[in-house]
Every structure is written in C-alpha cells, then in structure tokens.
T-cell receptor, first 117, second 116 residues
C-alpha cells in the first residue's frame, strides 16, 4: 500500500528563522508527483510546492524549497525567513503517475506549524 | 469565479436528517474530488469524477453517502440519515485533466458539517 508519513505532528519556529518539515512515503512506483499543501486557519487548502519524481533538481518557490531524496523516499519542505502568515497545517501528498484515470492524492496526517513573533 | 467554491460554508443539522453539500469547480476543470477532513486528521478521499467516465466511489464510507455531478460541472455530495461521526469538514477540489499531476488540485474553502 502507498502511504505518506509526516512524523512531526507539531512544530514551531521564530519569525525570520528557517524550519524544515519532514515527509516520507512508501511506494513501488517509479514515477510520481509529490506535493506540499498549506492549510491556514481559514481552512483553504493551498498548493505550496510540487516535485516531479523524474526530476532530480529540487523544486523551489520563493522562500519554500524541498529536499527530494528519491532513494530514501523522503520529501522535506524547508521554509526560509519564516513569516507569521506561514502559520498553518502543512500536508505532504503523493500521486502516482500511472494511476490510470484516477489522479487520487494520498495524504499525510499533517504538521501543525506555528511561527512565533 | 476564479476558484473552487463550496456552499454552505457551515451546516448544522440534527442526527437522522439528510444534507446536501455543493461544489462549483473551476471553469473548464474536468476532474472533481470530494474529501473529508475530520478534526485533527488528514484528508480522506471520498469520490472522484473525471469527465464522462464512471466516478470512482471507492472512498465513500457507507451507502448513506452519494454524489453526483451534473453537466460535468457542479457537484453535490449528499449524506442521508446523518450520524454524529459524519461531523467533519468536507473539501472539494478540481483539476484540469492531464495536468492534475503537474499543477496539483485546487481546493475550495470547505463545508463544516456539524451533526448534533
């Protein structure tokens, strides 16, 4: 079975510092997509960053970057220069490319991140 | 609209009543998903629609849950004879066929359902 594990239920960081959220996954697929989503208290789920497994280069989006280690099946999210608005639940998600007609995301349980002033 | 919309935002109902939750996907998106998020939990897949294909209902927790998508656009999730364990946030997401991998799914703000 394909699973996504986020081992840190809660984390906190001081404003302007850097924090890394961990995510590991289990799959026998060779090609897939990985995502980090952010869910602030407003409940709106927002895509933060995505990675295609066949690309070795780590994805970056402004202050957000990932450390993708395919062999280790690890996909951590680094947030640099943390801002108060980064306070949210962060979910890691996986989607195999060879999913047939069903592009179903498999989700971790989330990490609650608090950015402190 | 620019994004996925859902209505109502909040719904309080009594045990045993039926409820309908609505989702308006992004215009042109052919794929539509329903998820359930219980307090402190991740997302639980419920059902997936893709164009005119038969929906994937593998995530529906019981036969009290059903969903339809009319005209390939708006979707309604119906829960019959609601139970207290149905209390959760119900999220809808849409994506453009073929790009849901590259660009991910776009989510609505969710409907918070409370069953008393």
């Amino acid at each position: 079975a394909q699973t996504v594990t986020q081992s840190q239920p809660e984390m906190s960081v001081q404003e302007a510092e850097t924090v890394t959220l961990s995510c590991t996954y289990d799959t026998s697929e060779s090609n897939y997509y990985l995502f980090w989503y952010k869910q602030p208290p407003s409940r709106q789920m927002i895509l933060v960053i995505r990675q295609e497994a066949y690309k070795q280069q780590n994805a970056t989006e402004n202050r957000f970057s990932v450390n993708f280690q395919k062999a280790a099946k690890s996909f951590s999210l680094k947030i640099s220069d943390s801002q108060l608005g980064d306070t949210a639940m962060y979910f890691c998600a996986f989607m195999p490319v060879n999913a047939g007609n069903n592009r179903k995301l498999i989700w971790g349980l989330g990490t609650s991140l608090a950015v402190n002033p | 609209g620019a994004g996925v919309s859902q209505s109502p935002s909040n719904k309080v109902t009594e045990k045993g009543k039926d409820v309908e939750l609505r989702c308006d996907p992004i215009s042109g998106h052919t794929a539509l998903y329903w998820y359930r998020q219980s307090l402190g939990q991740g997302l639980e897949f419920l059902i997936y629609f893709q164009g005119n294909s038969a929906p994937d209902k593998s995530g529906l927790p019981s036969d009290r849950f059903s969903a339809e998508r009319t005209g390939g656009s708006v979707s309604t999730l119906t829960i019959q004879r609601t139970q207290q364990e149905d209390s959760a946030v119900y999220l809808c997401a849409s994506s453009s066929s073929g790009t849901s991998g590259r660009f991910g799914q776009f989510f609505g703000p969710g409907t918070r359902l409370t069953v008393l």
